[in-house]
């Protein structure tokens, strides 16, 4: 185990989960929790845009001798391609990143308004079921709008909502603002951090962002590609770990937990000791926080 002198953590780890400060359906405790259960060790909680889960997770795990990787996933889009990038370890408070995140999730309050606006064109559903289904200042997403359409009965689960009433290519769809990876991934490096393309091949290698594109991040200081996650295609992950190889990447993998909004469980993917150190190593915005 390649662990440097200040990473004394322990895996197995995973390095993405989401908790209810964004679309996951648990407090940062519970996910913590839910975590250790199934035996990781260290965990990063990564919410869509936000930073306000990092004390409460941070305390759970470490009252459970694990270690915290204050994270998030950043919202961009390059073209008509949501490309989500994965942050750790930076300043929370970077006046940079505090105003991009602070812009997308102002934008994704009025867009999930204007997604519900047009779903009520044809079904019983209110904004206030909505805000039933959120904490107070969690991101808000399409997610929280399948709870709603799921407590009126419309439909069965989140899964149901994706594939229906919430598929771009149903009609009731709207777009967020949201900034291009290039931005994502310079205001995460020079907040100190480490920045992670999420899921790159979601949508298979052929509809991921160009590799000319992926390269100039690169050049930017991306740091590694999630490789490892369910939703990457297997023809993708082959092509990635070449990109990786060529260009000496952080390769990470992990599950994507978002608590019972989705199937995945905590620990069904997980990144190496080696490539949490490298994160660790390379990082300079926050320590980790170890038991
Ligand atoms: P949004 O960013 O508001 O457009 O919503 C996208 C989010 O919805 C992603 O972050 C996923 O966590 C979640 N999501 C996407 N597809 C599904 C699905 N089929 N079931 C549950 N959650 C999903
Ligand atoms: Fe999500
Ligand atoms: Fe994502
Ligand atoms: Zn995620």
Redesign the pocket.
């Known amino acids: 185990m390649t662990q440097g002198a200040h990473s004394p953590f322990s895996g197995p780890s995973d390095l993405h989960l989401h908790s209810n400060h964004s679309?996951g359906t648990e407090p940062p405790a519970e996910v913590v929790r839910q975590a250790h259960a199934h035996g990781i060790r260290t965990l990063a909680l990564t919410d869509?845009d936000r930073t306000t889960g990092w004390v409460e997770a941070g305390d759970a795990a470490v009252a459970l001798g694990m270690t915290f990787l204050p994270g998030i996933e950043f919202?961009a889009r390059h073209d008509w391609r949501s490309v989500h990038v994965l942050g750790y370890l930076f300043d929370p408070a970077d006046p940079g990143l505090v105003a991009e995140t602070d812009r997308i999730r102002t934008d994704?309050l009025g867009r999930a308004e204007r997604i519900v606006r047009n779903i009520a064109r044809d079904y019983a559903l209110d904004w206030i079921d909505v805000l039933a289904q959120t904490t107070p200042d969690a991101t808000v997403?399409?997610?929280h709008i399948a709870d709603a359409l799921v407590a009126r009965g419309i439909v069965r689960d989140?899964?149901e909502a994706?594939d229906g009433i919430l598929h771009p290519r149903t009609g009731y769809y709207e777009p967020h603002y949201a900034p291009d990876p290039l931005t994502a991934v310079r205001l995460i490096t020079r907040a100190g951090g480490v920045a992670v393309i999420a899921h790159p091949v979601t949508m298979g290698r052929d509809r991921m962002m160009p590799v000319s594109y992926l390269e100039r991040l690169i050049a930017e200081g991306l740091g590694g590609l999630e490789i490892d996650h369910r939703e990457n295609t297997e023809d993708g992950k082959r092509m990635l770990r070449g990109i990786a190889a060529e260009h000496d990447l952080i390769v990470t993998g992990s599950s994507d937990y978002?608590g019972a909004?989705?199937p995945n469980l905590p620990g069904e993917n997980t990144t190496s000791d080696e490539m949490v150190a490298r994160i660790i190593d390379r990082a300079t915005g926050t320590p980790p926080r170890y038991p």
């Open positions: 679309d869509h919202s994704r997403g399409r997610p989140r899964t994706f978002h909004g989705k």
